[in-house]
Antibody, heavy 112, light 114 residues
């Protein structure tokens, strides 16, 4: 079971971008991929998108298309999620996840 | 898009008693490969979600056998045979039928309290 470790909390201004990293250890997500999930304060889980490097395949939730990019770096077994044009409603914990392993979450706070 | 509907949204349980959560899908989660792509997760307070059940009915490694997943097609149930204090949290069902990398959809979550 791969272990996923995410980058630390971020505070961003409205309109800016954030890039969160997710490093895999004890395995890779090359074949099975990694997904990103958003959880706003007190709310449920919301899928943002996913990538399977082996198939060079990426898929995004309609809600985030055009504003999110998910990439991987095979050399470092690291996945990245970049979210652009941040607004206050994007304040949330962002998780990277495979079906059986989740990162610890990264809190992104967006303020004006 | 596939929609997952969980009921109830909250559940107050007595330790030692059973509990059940339903998850209904707007379309069948049975793939042509014969697998059913329905998962159950528990998010304990202040923690990341952890997988309990995959492919509708298989317990993940290390998950106590008091957790049981059942169902097929569009109707699924997570049953806890005897609730323990450590089982409190929010339970989510999730589907990822369309591979790869597919789309994940979560149910609204069911909050379980003692």
């Amino acid at each position: 079971q791969v272990q996923l470790v995410q980058s630390g909390a971020e505070v961003k201004m409205t309109g800016s971008s954030v890039k969160v990293s997710c490093k895999a250890s004890g395995g890779t997500f090359t074949m099975y991929g990694v997904n990103w999930v958003r959880q706003a304060p007190g709310q449920g889980l919301e899928w943002m998108g996913g990538i399977i490097p082996f198939f060079r395949s990426t898929n995004y939730a309609q809600k985030f298309k055009g504003r999110v990019s998910i990439t991987t770096d095979a050399a470092t077994s690291t996945a990245y999620m970049e979210l652009r044009s941040l607004r206050s409603e994007d304040t949330a914990i962002f998780y990277c996840a495979t079906v059986d392993s989740w990162g610890q979450g990264t809190l992104v706070t967006v303020s004006s | 898009d596939i929609v997952l509907t969980q009921t109830p949204l909250s559940l107050s349980v007595t330790p030692g008693q059973p509990a059940s959560i339903s998850c209904k899908s707007s379309q069948s989660l049975l793939h042509t490969d014969g697998k059913t792509y329905l998962y159950w997760y528990l998010q304990k307070p202040g923690q990341s979600p952890q997988v309990l059940i995959y492919e509708a009915s298989t317990r993940f490694s290390g998950v106590p056998d008091r957790f049981r997943g059942s169902g097929s097609g569009t109707d699924f149930t997570l049953t806890i045979s005897r609730v323990e204090a450590e089982d409190v949290g929010i339970y989510y069902c999730m589907q990822n039928l369309h591979l790869p990398p597919g789309t994940w959809t979560f149910g609204q979550g069911t909050k379980v309290e003692i």
